[in-house]
Structure formats: C-alpha cells, structure tokens
C-alpha cells in the first residue's frame, strides 16, 4: 500500500512561484506520477505527469511553460514547480501514482490508483 502526502501549498500572489512536494510512504520508484487539481465547483483536472525515470514528462496545455514536474526517486518524492501563478490556478493540487504504467506519463484520471489529500494553492490577483 502506498501512501502519499502533499505540501508545499498556499497563498501567493499573481506572477509569484510555490514549489509542491509529494512524497511517498511506499517505493513508487517504477510508478507513473502526476499532479491533478480541482478548484471549486469544477471536475478534478490533470496537470502533469512523469515516468518512472523522469524521461516522459507531460503538461496540461494551461500551464505548459509554467510549471515542471520532476522526481526523485532516491527520497520517493515527486515535485511541482509552479511559476508564473494567475488566479486561475487556484484549486486542491493532488498527487498521484499509477502502478501499472511504466513507459508513459499518463494524463489520464483513471489510471492512477493512488492518491493523497492535496494541499490548497490559492493565487490572488
């Protein structure tokens, strides 16, 4: 059973920068990872996602060029480094681990059966 924790989230104004950790109780070394979010009275949306090496990484089109998603899997941790924040990307930020992809970074919801409780990053303008 894996576990995963998210921090790193919070208040921050337009054009600023938060960096989300997500770290994992169990090895996810050979797991897909990815970042959702889901802001209010909205459907949980992806974000992006990583392989289990770091070589496939894939964004949502909203925050491509803005935000990065990196691992490492020496502390079973992934990371999402947010820039260039609007108030449009104030949601719940989740992370999550898909066990059964290892070449792909999977966008889709679905495919990830592991998920923590997500942390509020809220961007005022």
């Known amino acids: 059973q894996v576990q995963l924790v998210e921090s790193g989230g919070g208040s921050v104004q337009a054009g600023g920068s938060l960096r989300l950790s997500c770290a994992a109780s169990?090895?996810?070394?050979?797991?897909?990872m990815g970042w959702f979010r889901q802001a209010p009275g909205k459907e949980r949306e992806f974000v992006a996602a990583?392989?289990?090496?770091?070589?496939?990484?894939d964004y949502a089109d909203s925050v491509k060029g803005r935000f990065t998603i990196s691992r490492d899997n020496a502390k079973n941790t992934v990371y999402l480094q947010m820039n260039s924040l609007t108030p449009e990307d104030t949601a719940v930020y989740y992370c999550?681990?898909?066990?059964?992809?290892?070449?792909?970074?999977?966008?889709?919801?679905?495919?990830?059966?592991?998920w923590g409780q997500g942390t509020q990053v809220t961007v005022s303008s």
């Open positions: 169990g090895r996810t070394y050979n797991y897909a």
């Open positions: 990583i392989n289990y090496n770091g070589g496939v990484t």
């Open positions: 999550a681990a898909d066990p059964g992809e290892l070449v792909r970074a999977p966008r889709e919801l679905t495919k990830y059966d592991y």
